[in-house]
């Protein structure tokens, strides 16, 4: 069994944010508001933040892609008190909408910020599409079609397109990717087996410098950043 | 590697599936809710036309819905690949508040925020009415009083609209680049004769010397650049190294090594200094001087006695050390590109400077080379007959232009966009009778913002084309709701760049959505409407938007695999043609300007021994130090979409990603400035000039000259737009009106600004 993890590479990375509009596309994650903005509400599965450091003129500004980082050791699916979060055989973190409960446990536990919490009605939705999963026909099926109010949604990394790759015998992180590695114009952004040492996320850990965020909390993320 | 499938090329094959088989895959919900049956699918080669790098891209489209735009593979421009603004192609397609009919205003008084009293009516009207009041014009034997105005167009509409304008006789086709990247132009066609912004082989580089241009942000062809930076970073043996001139940390600068802050509209001088280095070094490519330039002894004489880095230090606030220190790496590490920006050109002394940036690539043999500048070529197009001229079309051509281009004032210029609100308002050099603007938003997007608003309520009447309406749709007496970009027939290509060149085919990826036309449909209308050698002249050219695309690229492929492949590309890039690109009085790269002094000799205008070479001129600012002690500039973000609306969720709020902020602008300020004004981050404050003053939100920053605040373009929206209305400011209400002189590029940055709490 595979353990999917994913390596941005920040020196590639351009801060376009191509990633987080395709994830929203792909996914149909509902856009946020000004005010839900002010609040920090508004719904992302992955986000482009900043991290500042410096003064003037020595400002030190970096861009930092982040999805969920699918933590193999995850606060999240440890807090669930429904078992609405739980780390499948591959590794991926799953949130089952029908099974949650609304608590946002997870969202105070997530030391990443990953988790959105759905407060939007579908007819708020107005660009969205309530009558197709995204990706549906070619990508596999997202096993939620239906958006719920009132639960919490997170990245999948895109786990509807790798179950499809799978069962149509493609190649997982050549063939597909998620929606943000696919959508990254500078090719920034790969996707692999951890476990695979020939695969391009194992070389490319092998052979450059590499953090993972919060090493500290003990979460064992599966998302890398090259760093050197 | 392709991690690319690129599924389902063949474009308009419609994949149909039943719900059936998909319902037995295993999953972990009930995948197939709705019982519809059928789910069809395709995948429609297209292009964006969310910025002018106009990039191919495909679009899946389910059950008649566009649902995801992704890149086209075929394209080598930007490899496949897209920037964020193209995902937003969707918002664009799908945006609520399109106008989904003609409409005509019932209000005669005009005025910002004044309700036009829009009623619905037919195209068959609209077209009508626009056409009698264009033959009445023409009738009168005064062509020339017609404007037309352009904001963001696709390249075949562009075609379009010039022909009309010179089969119908005027020469008042005012496009958006007066306000962009004219001064750019100019520095090239000054040393070589191209009047274009250069195509640098981003791709093959090995150091980056950016002047204030936002290569990640705003430059074009953008998805290109973004492409090839994860190439030159990571993906070849040599990593080229970037350093960026700037007064604010951008985008660029933040992922470059090495940014250095500079003292706004002195980057010519530091252009000078830097080749004061590299001469008096003897780094410069001797062979190359010596066989393919020409004035290099001026040159010389000029940098070395009047640049040297000490000097260049105090006007730059660059060290002497750095200067000596960037010169050095640029010159020894080839091959080498001196990229001039927006940030280094939008100035009075702009042309000058985008010169002297220009000279720095010659000095190190960048010129035509593998990394270097290249030449870009254009798109063979089939070439339409001549228009069919009469009297009236030959004497309103020969008039001059209301944006004063090619006169003494502006005597290089091809665009003086800015100038024509004051030749409006002071009907000169003759009052203008009618105008119709195409996509065009210019009492947003120009500084001097009021007074557009002034000029537009003075035309008698304005006819405005969008699929939106806009500030400028405000003034219109009649309104043309346009398709998108998703909806229609066009051909395009990107500003230069690639090399080589590349066609982008856009066909409808949906059915109009609307009672909509694309706007080359409606000159076709009008031109038909019209008769006489108008209508002559728009005949046997395809008749219709699909059919002009059709004619405009016979020859190329077949048609049947334009619309599949959705690309057309041309041939490998040739470099090395020094016996054929100069296009100057020496047939040499001229470090002295002879295409300036034989123009500037026909104008009698006078020459002085400065002149005609690449020097600094200090900049005179639009308000005094003491009583406005900041300077006022403006950057475009990524998702500033290009189109004259900003009515974008996804655009919206993701603006401002170094600051981690969406749905607003700010006015960023440097800390210990903002200290001094007791600013405190998320102060509301005024920022006042000589001219107006807004009320924005203030960010304390790190990443900004002292003496300089910066406020994002795109904002500010006032006339439309749930999603865009009444958020954030536009900087251009404040922003003086002052011109590059020999461009009539508008100089964007020169006005001094005092900023206080509110």
């Known amino acids: 069994m595979a353990r999917w993890g994913m390596v941005i590479d920040l020196d590639k990375c351009t801060g376009c944010q191509s990633c987080a509009v395709a994830c929203k596309a792909e996914n149909n994650v509902p856009h946020g508001s000004p005010e839900e903005h002010e609040r920090r509400t508004a719904p992302f599965w992955h986000k482009v933040i900043a991290v500042s450091n410096g003064e003037y003129p020595a400002v030190r500004i970096d861009l930092i892609p982040m999805p969920c980082m699918h933590c193999d050791d995850a606060p999240c699916v440890t807090v669930c008190p429904a078992k609405a979060t739980y780390r499948r055989e591959d590794g991926i973190v799953i949130q089952d909408f029908r099974r949650c409960i609304g608590c946002k446990y997870c969202i105070v536990a997530c030391p990443y910020g990953a988790r959105s919490f759905n407060y939007k009605e579908p007819e708020e939705k107005e660009y969205h599409r309530p009558d197709l999963p995204p990706e549906r026909a070619d990508r596999g099926i997202w096993p939620f079609p239906h958006r719920v109010h009132g639960v919490v949604e997170k990245c999948t990394f895109c786990f509807h397109r790798i179950d499809q790759a799978i069962r149509e015998g493609k190649k997982v992180g050549e063939e597909v990717v998620p929606a943000c590695a696919e959508a990254c114009p500078a090719h920034a952004i790969s996707f692999g087996d951890l476990d695979d040492s020939d695969s391009n996320v194992s070389r490319l850990l092998s052979s450059r410098q590499w953090m993972r965020l919060r090493e500290e909390m003990g979460t064992s993320p599966k998302v890398f950043y090259l760093t050197g | ?758």
């Not at chain 2, 020409?294 to 010389?300: A, H, V």
């Open chain 2, 1 to 758: 590697m392709s991690r690319r499938t690129f599924i389902k090329l063949s474009g308009l094959a419609v994949a149909v599936l039943a719900a059936s088989r998909l319902l037995k895959r295993p999953a972990l919900g009930s995948a197939v809710s709705s019982g519809e049956g059928v789910i069809t699918e395709k995948w429609v080669p297209t292009s964006c036309l969310n910025c002018a790098t106009r990039c191919a891209t495909r679009v899946r489209v389910v059950n008649g819905r566009a649902v995801k735009v992704a890149g086209n593979p075929l394209s080598r421009v930007s490899e496949g690949e897209n920037c964020a603004r193209a995902n937003v192609g969707l918002q664009v397609l799908y945006d609520p508040g399109r106008v989904t009919t003609p409409l005509k205003r019932t209000n005669p008084t005009k005025g910002r925020g004044i309700d036009p009293g829009w009623t619905e009516i037919s195209w068959e009207q609209a077209l009508n009415e626009v056409s009698e009041r264009l033959k009445a014009l023409r009738g009168k034997e005064q062509p020339e009083r017609l404007l037309l105005l352009c904001g963001l167009n696709t390249v075949s509409a562009e075609d379009i609209i010039r022909r009309f304008a010179d089969a119908y006789g005027t020469p008042n086709v005012v496009s958006a680049d007066g306000l962009n990247n004219e001064a750019d132009k100019a520095g090239e066609w000054l040393a070589d004769g191209h009047y274009t912004q250069s195509a640098y082989d981003l791709e093959r580089t090995n150091y980056i010397l950016s002047f204030g241009a936002s290569i990640l942000e705003s430059y074009k062809p953008l998805a290109r650049s973004l492409r090839m930076w994860g190439k030159i970073r990571r993906e070849r043996p040599i990593r080229a190294k970037v350093v960026v001139i700037d007064p604010r940390y951008s985008i660029t600068a933040l992922r470059a090594d090495r940014w250095v802050p500079i003292n706004p509209g002195t980057d010519g001088a530091l252009a000078l200094a830097i080749a004061h280095v590299i001469i008096s070094e003897g780094l410069y490519d001797v062979d190359f001087v010596k066989k393919w330039t020409s004035g290099f002894d001026e040159y010389r004489k000029l940098a070395i006695d009047y640049y040297d880095p000490e000097a260049v230090a105090i006007t730059t606030g660059i060290p002497a050390d750095t200067i000596r220190q960037i010169a050095g790496e640029f010159a020894r590490t080839r091959p080498a590109i001196a990229w001039r920006g927006r940030g280094a050109t939008s100035w009075p002394n702009g042309s000058y400077s985008s010169y002297a940036i220009f000279c720095l690539n010659a000095l190190v043999g960048s010129i035509d080379i593998p990394g270097g500048v290249t030449y870009q070529e254009n798109p063979e197009y089939r070439l339409m007959p001549e228009p069919v001229e009469d009297d009236p079309a030959r004497e309103g051509r020969a008039r001059p232009a209301l944006d004063l281009r090619k006169t003494g004032r502006f005597p290089a210029a091809k665009v003086v966009t800015n100038q024509v609100a004051d030749s409006i308002l002071e009907n000169k050099p003759y009052p203008v009778e009618m105008a119709l603007g195409f996509n065009s938003n210019f009492n947003m997007s120009a500084p001097g913002a009021g007074r557009w608003d002034e000029a537009l309520g003075k035309v008698s009447y304005y006819v405005h084309a969008a699929p939106f309406i806009s500030e400028m749709a405000e003034y219109a007496d009649i309104f043309f709701p346009l398709t998108t970009f998703m909806e229609e027939w066009a051909y395009d290509h990107s500003p230069p760049g690639s090399g080589f060149a590349e066609i982008r085919i856009k066909q409808p990826v949906v059915e109009p959505l609307y009672d909509t036309k694309s706007n080359i449909d409606i000159v076709f209308e009008i031109a038909g409407r019209l008769g006489g050698t108008v209508g002559q002249s728009f005949a046997g050219i395809g008749d219709d938007a699909q059919g002009f695309v059709r004619y405009r690229t016979a020859g190329l492929a077949s048609w049947d695999k334009l619309l599949e492949q959705g690309v057309w590309v041309g041939p490998d890039y040739e470099y090395y043609k020094y016996r054929r690109i100069f296009k100057t009085p020496s047939g040499k790269f001229e470090f002295r300007s002879g295409n300036l002094e034989s123009l500037l000799k026909e104008k009698g205008e006078e020459i002085n021994s400065l002149t005609c070479l690449p020097h600094y001129e200090e900049v005179k600012f639009l308000g005094n130090s003491n009583e406005y002690p900041l300077l006022l500039s403006t950057y475009q973000p990524l998702l500033n979409i290009e189109n004259g609306s900003q009515n974008y969720p996804w655009a919206q709020e993701m603006f401002l990603v170094m600051h981690g902020a969406g749905w607003t602008n700010f006015i960023e300020i440097n800390r210990s400035t903002a200290q001094d004004l007791r600013i405190k981050d998320g102060d509301t404050v005024w920022v006042e000039s000589r001219f107006n003053k807004i009320k924005a939100r203030a960010r304390v920053f790190e990443g900004i000259h002292p003496g300089v605040v910066s406020i994002a373009s795109g904002q500010g929206h006032h006339a439309y737009g749930k999603w865009a209305e009444g958020i954030g400011v536009n900087p251009n209400e404040i922003i003086g009106v002052d011109y590059d002189r020999l461009s009539g590029q508008a100089a964007l940055y020169s006005t001094r600004v005092r900023v206080y709490r509110a």
